[in-house]
């Protein structure tokens, strides 16, 4: 079985952390309709956890698809 590419893996984890913030931006219509103001908080809550993963995910994702330099000798 051959290993997948650091590369690849970064661009498949950063599209995860995009499919994330739009899903949750999806649904911020649903989070203001809340009956009660609890429930509004608690969803604000856990959208505000998502873009935190989202971003920790956005980060890991582009170290993974840096890829050092290397010099060319002549």
Known sequence: ????PKNILGYVIILLAV?????TLITIPN??????TGA??????????LFL???VLFR???KLVRVKKT????
């Open 1 to 4: 079985m051959k290993k997948t």
């Open 19 to 23: 499919l994330i913030v739009i899903g």
């Open 31 to 36: 989070t203001l309709e809340a009956k009660t």
């Open 40 to 49: 509004m908080v608690g969803r604000l809550v856990g959208m505000v956890i």
């Open 53 to 55: 993963v989202a971003f």
């Open 60 to 62: 890991v994702g582009r």
């Open 71 to 74: 010099e060319i000798e002549v």
